[in-house]
């Protein structure tokens, strides 16, 4: 279950509690993971960096000591702090030779699919030469990033080990496992080594936030497992401060938690699309959603109705129990709501599919 000598690509998150010493951010530790990460770079390993702290680093920068709350105020504070995390990891990986690329993303640029398969592309060139990535969200220009689409870096390091097809995902924390009920409450809490099925019991035991910097909790880091696990990814959830974790780690020692992947790696635009966020919503009626469940496409018969603004190629909700690649746009499908496939020409003209949405492009959402 360790072996993870036939692993290549490695997704490594740093979160902001691990990145802490007494309240403030640990440039140290820095100079700690340039080195373990120098260490499995010579041995044939691809890692990328997922890195909190920017925020963090902004608000040490400027003074502030309590935790950021405002979004403005946490976008000009991201903004700061940005620029002296990627100086601080530059400076340390400099020293084993080895070249750093900043990748900053919005949700926007993994929800589309173009700008998606670009981000791949360049960053497979990078491995090829390589550069380490560090990856962060772009918390200064967008608000989603920051407050509901993740939080925090575990999903992101999550839908990066999606996107970019890694082998594993390691997440780094100020915890060294999992456990079987919350060990600061519980003295005879025991770690859990191994979890090979996301059970419900694991779900609804996960925790609250951390530290003043970070908005993440256990809670969010199963949400992560859960992401990696479709896309056929390993997760090992370890102790950011263990000596020589990320070594440790790849040589197999039974460090942390490992999170076992899905039997069925799902196919990888299929995790796109279940991953993405849906720009508008279609009600369809019982036949519809029958048929689409018998894996047949979506026709505009089957419509009830049409919410929201959207394109076509966009992600779309169906009863919000399946995600689907919409074949029209939200203008062009109001016209068409409960028509027969036959008409859409004389409504739309010769130019218009009769499908809204092709079943190989229907993903049910999990349960």
């Known amino acids: 279950m360790r072996d993870f000598s036939k692993s290549k690509k490695i997704v490594i998150k740093i979160g902001t509690n691990t990145l802490t010493k007494n309240n403030k951010l640990n440039v140290e530790y820095i100079a700690n993971i340039a080195g373990q990460i120098a260490t499995i770079k010579s041995q044939g390993y691809q890692p990328l960096l997922v890195s909190s702290g920017a925020i963090g680093f902004g608000a040490r920068e400027m003074g502030i000591e309590k935790k950021v709350k405002k979004t403005r105020l946490k976008q000009a504070c991201a903004a700061i702090g940005q620029p002296i995390l990627v100086h601080s990891y530059r400076t340390e990986f400099q020293k084993y030779n080895i070249h750093i690329a900043q990748v900053l993303l919005t949700r926007e640029a993994l929800d589309n699919r173009d700008t998606y398969v670009n981000l791949k592309t360049a960053v497979e060139a990078l491995l090829e030469m390589g550069v380490v990535p560090i990856f962060n969200e772009n918390d200064s220009v967008s608000t989603s990033e920051i407050e509901p689409y993740i939080g925090d870096n575990d999903q992101l390091s999550a839908h990066i080990a999606s996107k970019l097809d890694a082998d594993l995902l ?198």
């Open 170 to 367: 390691i997440i780094l924390t100020d915890v060294d496992a999992l456990y079987d009920k919350n060990p600061n409450h519980f003295p005879d809490a025991k770690p859990i080594r191994v979890v090979e099925e996301l059970t419900e019991e694991i779900v609804a035991n996960a925790g609250g936030a951390g530290s003043s910097f970070a908005t993440g909790g256990m809670k969010t880091k199963i949400m992560a497992v859960r992401i990696a696990r479709k896309a056929g990814c390993r997760t090992v959830l370890a102790h950011g401060m263990a000596p020589d974790v990320v070594p440790r780690v790849l040589s197999g020692e039974e460090i942390g938690t490992l999170f076992l992947a899905d039997k069925q790696k799902m196919p990888n635009k299929a995790r796109w699309i279940l991953n993405a966020t849906p720009r508008g919503k279609l009600t369809i009626d019982a036949g519809a959603e029958a048929a689409i469940r018998l894996n047949k496409s979506l026709l505009p018969s089957g419509i009830v109705s049409v919410e929201g603004e959207f394109s076509k190629g966009d992600v779309i909700l169906i009863n919000d129990k399946f995600k689907a690649i919409a074949g029209s746009d939200s203008s062009n499908m109001r016209q068409i709501i409960g028509v027969h496939s036959r008409e859409i020409k004389n409504i739309l003209g010769e130019a218009k599919r009769d499908v809204i949405c092709r079943s190989q492009e229907i993903i049910p959402i999990p349960e």
